[in-house]
């Protein structure tokens, strides 16, 4: 971080100095998470959840470590093993239900996380690279969640594995052999649920080398702010600690309120019972939903219906299926380009008019609806629904957030973060009337965001 | 003065709600810790007592069988009244663990010996159970990975095991039927 | 400029596959779902009078009540179902005495082997013993029954939705097919070897009503067994079996909440403390 007023770490005695000259650990921490960290000082509490998503992922690892202790991965036991665990082992109970709640919570942690910088824009230049590893840990955060709902081996866990693996499927030439490959067979069964094991166990700890290059990446422009104007001086910005770690305390309190409410009192209400019938290669359950993190891109996957064909001639040019499965992964692919859609000078929505009634009125509902109709039964009126929503879905990121970006007319913004907290800024040129500017709606107050 | 006494109780009060929050969650840390340490203690089903019955009117004198007591070897052995009399010769008070054979064969027993085959210094199964084996020094049991030498009681009597193998708790259901646990 | 170009026309791309190819032949082929009529029948789980003694944020198990479900189980449902995840010891939990609890395993024939031939043969239970699966496997299961399999009960309230309710209202809710059903689909016909429940999935189940007339099992404890009671026992017997730790959860979880709630404010006082110097100062 390089903000000329960063405070310096200085060891204080004998033994700090020598571990610094040795391995300057503390250092490093002092200058990501300390007080050597100069954080804008007017960040809302929609900035709490990246630390409070790095606490989920250690939620995860421990309780995770703690079930694969007690874990069989063999599809004679698996399932017996996971009543074990609810069962016999000590605490266990509180390990399984802390861990398949502890996912739930991490992605909606992740989403808050996700749709914050939707909102403020914070992928944008300078900080592109700090959103593309965000979206490669969403993606990961993705398989591995995939690949622990199937561990339980219940009605859920197989068809779920036979659904997903099914995408591959639809790829063409290769399709049907690379999903026997996946899974080790020609259905889920001994192979699929130990390389599974094997994989979920493995990738949350890459997930955590990526969050380590997500935060190093932040530091180098240092964080984003609601307004979306960059640090100017040393007044915009307070150090991390104490400032922060008080307030992603306070946070984290409140995150833990809500996540315990639901692991001792709700424990089973964000799953679905048909997992707790062990798996049945014979049957499937009236209706397979993914886990409710999944349901707006199981929605997108099912909006395609029909083949694209040539018009009249009734030659297929792509199957349904695979037009579903693009569609899908498609939809957080865009995520990768987004930083070069939105070409507005502008970051934060509450400055862009136009951008905010289509974030509230357009892109939430949206994702909304794709999420209920996920979970409905693949039939009408829910199909409609769902096509629509897809429809808006890529409208809004590929097609109206350029054009927006291109015809808004922005709100002004405050000179500088100092002025949009204090009301008013000593530095502003012609400052005692800097606080009448917000009404002059003159675009050329606009500050370049570099 | 007055300024800078309420300055002073000032920041004693900060520092007070501050300390209180980090210790608070402190203790809160240490509490969840608790869950994750005892997981892994035994479960229930492990801890949860068994039995195992053996039928000892197959055993002839002199010989032994071994079968399973919590997933640990057990031997049982029917004495020869030789080594029934070669175990009472011993002087107890000579012994590291001092048990005399009655102590270890229980009240209206004459000649069934059961012990645990688990050797008392490192957990290895001992010799002397079947037929042929290695029966030590003493004619007992011996156990191969140290070499503790055990007499026809089961009692230690050389090599670096501490106490004699060890007696669990039994008792017959019938003549020719024991319930070990 | 080129990506963004690009972006609308895959974008747009991406729709117009959307809108002409599905969502338009979709919308002009336009027709819910037709289910049979029949369904419109099929009612969600109703709660016996005065509900369970678990339920709730302060629930605690009904001992009695759980000992006499167990009676109910083993007395009725074990003659086809079985419950493997929860072993005799677990009994102790109902209130049951170790010796009650060694009584009550030895009651019960469980899969041995004769330790002098090493056939497979049958021995009394011990404590340590799961509960027997009633069919040797799913194939003798499926013979016997009408090639229905029984399922396994350990976790039926958990594999249903509002599973205990369900229980009760499935094993108290047998009828005859509503006449109404007869008036508005008179194909309507309970196939031959199934049995009208308006609680089951397809509201036609494999299973003959179990619990058939008052007094069909004499309850120790003197409670007088209705059909109704006899199914809100079972009911909340196979929800312990389901999640044993159910009542103890929810006793841990308010110590925990207590002690969060407390750290919350504490956390929340200390921040307003240390951003108290940052506030605005209005001019």
Request: charged share 15%; net charge negative; glycine share 8%.
């Amino acid at each position: 971080m390089s903000f000329a007023w960063a405070k310096q770490y200085e060891p204080k005695n004998d033994f700090t100095k020598w571990i610094d000259e040795k391995l300057p650990l503390p250092r490093l921490v002092y200058n990501a998470v300390g007080a050597g960290y100069p954080v804008p000082r007017n960040l809302n509490y929609m900035w709490n959840f990246g630390v409070l998503a790095g606490f989920c992922l250690m939620i995860q690892i421990i309780t995770g470590v703690i079930l694969a202790m007690h874990y069989a991965a063999n599809t004679e036991v698996a399932f017996a093993t996971t009543e074990h665990i609810m069962r016999n082992v000590n605490s266990g109970w509180l390990m399984r239900y802390a861990h398949a709640n502890g996912a739930s919570f991490f992605f909606i942690v992740i989403y808050l996380h996700i749709f914050r910088g939707l909102y403020y824009s914070s992928y944008k230049a300078p900080r592109e690279m700090i959103w593309l590893l965000g979206v490669v840990i969403f993606l990961l955060m993705m398989a591995t969640a995939f690949m622990g709902y199937v561990l339980p081996w219940g009605q859920m866990s197989f068809w779920g594995a036979k659904v997903i693996t099914g995408l591959f499927g639809a790829i063409p030439l290769v399709g049907e052999s690379l999903q026997t490959w996946l899974l080790g067979g020609f259905a889920p069964d001994n192979a699929a649920l130990n390389r599974f094991f094997s994989l979920h166990f493995l990738l949350p700890f890459v997930i955590a080398g990526v969050v380590i290059l997500h935060i190093w990446a932040l530091h180098i422009p240092g964080s984003s702010n609601p307004t979306g104007i960059e640090v100017k001086k040393e007044s915009d910005t307070v150090p991390f600690h104490p400032y922060y770690t008080a307030k992603d305390g306070f946070g984290l309190g409140i995150f833990l309120l809500a996540f315990t409410f639901m692991v001792f009192f709700l424990p089973n209400m964000l799953g679905h019972p048909d997992n707790y019938i062990e798996a049945n290669p014979l049957s499937t359950p009236a209706l397979i939903v993914p886990e409710w993190y999944f349901l707006p891109f199981y929605a997108i996957l099912r909006a395609f219906t029909d083949d694209l064909t040539i018009p009249f001639t009734g030659i297929v040019l792509i199957q349904a299926k695979l037009l579903g499965v693009i569609a899908m992964f498609g939809s957080i692919l865009v995520w990768f380009i987004l930083p070069w859609l939105d070409k507005s000078p502008v970051r934060s929505g509450h400055y862009r008019p136009m951008f905010k009634k289509f974030f509230w009125f357009g892109l939430i509902p949206c994702m909304a609806l794709l999420t209920y109709c996920g979970g409905a039964p693949a039939e009408q009126p829910y199909v409609l629904l769902s096509q629509i929503a897809t429809a808006y879905y890529f409208l809004h990121f590929l097609v109206i957030l350029p054009i927006v970006s291109q015809i808004e007319v922005p709100k002004p913004l405050p000179y500088s973060i100092t002025e949009s907290v204090l009301g008013s800024d000593d530095a502003a040129p012609g400052n005692s009337a800097s606080s009448g500017a917000k009404g002059a709606g003159e675009a050329g107050s606009l500050q370049p965001a570099e | 003065m007055a300024d800078a006494n309420e300055a002073n109780e000032g920041v004693r009060r900060r520092d007070f709600i501050h300390v209180a929050a980090l210790s608070t969650a402190g203790v809160g840390a240490a509490a969840s810790a608790l869950p994750l340490v005892t997981q892994m203690a035994p479960s229930a089903d492990v801890l949860a007592e068994s039995t195992t019955d053996v039928d000892v009117s197959a055993i002839e004198a002199g010989q032994s069988i071994k079968t399973i007591f919590r997933k640990q070897p057990l031997f049982v052995k029917r004495l020869t009244p030789e080594e029934i009399a070669e175990a009472n010769e011993v002087d107890v008070a000579d012994l590291r663990d001092q048990e005399s054979l009655t102590d270890r064969l229980g009240e209206g027993n004459e000649d069934i010996l059961v012990t645990m085959g688990v050797c008392t210094h490192l957990g290895c199964v001992p010799l002397g159970a079947a037929e042929g084996e290695n029966k030590g020094e003493y004619g007992g049991y011996f156990c191969p990975c140290h070499g503790s030498h055990y007499d026809s009681a089961g009692r230690i009597r050389k090599g670096p095991a501490p106490t004699n193998l060890v007696v669990p708790d039994f008792a017959f259901t019938s003549e020719s039927v024991i319930r070990v646990g | 400029m080129s990506i963004r170009l690009g972006a609308i026309i895959a974008g747009l791309g991406i729709v117009g596959i959307l809108f002409f190819w599905s969502l338009l032949p979709g919308a002009i082929n336009y027709a819910p779902p037709e289910k049979p009529d029949y369904y419109a029948f099929k009612e969600k789980p109703i709660a016996p009078e005065g509900g369970f003694s678990f339920e709730g944020p302060f629930g605690k198990w009904d001992n009695a009540q759980l000992q006499r479900g167990y009676q109910v189980y083993k007395e009725v449902c074990a003659a086809c179902h079985g419950l493997k995840f929860v072993a005799f010891r677990n009994l102790s939990e109902l209130g049951y005495s170790e010796a009650e609890v060694q009584a009550e395993a030895a009651n019960w024939t469980v899969p041995g082997i004769d330790p002098n031939t090493g056939e497979t043969t049958t021995r009394p239970g011990k404590p340590t013993d799961q509960f027997p699966s009633p069919f040797a496997n799913d194939v003798a299961a499926a013979a016997a029954n009408n090639n229905a399999i029984p399922p396994d009960l350990s976790l039926m309230t958990k594999a249903r939705k509002d599973g205990t309710n369900y229980v009760y209202s499935l094993l108290a809710g047998y009828g005859e097919a509503d006449p109404e059903i007869a008036a508005t689909v008179p194909e309507f016909e309970t196939p031959a070897g199934l049995y009208f429940n308006k609680y089951f999935s397809n509201v036609n189940i494999a299973m003959a009503p179990p619990i058939v007339i008052d007094g069909q099992v004499t309850y120790a404890d003197g409670t007088e067994a209705t059909v109704n009671q006899m199914s809100a026992d079972v009911a909340a017997f196979l929800t312990w079996t389901a999640e044993p730790t159910l009542v103890k959860r929810k006793q841990t979880g308010w110590p925990v909440l207590g002690f969060l709630l407390f750290a919350t404010i504490l956390a929340y006082l200390s921040k307003k403390q240390i951003w108290a110097g940052l506030k605005p100062k209005k001019k």
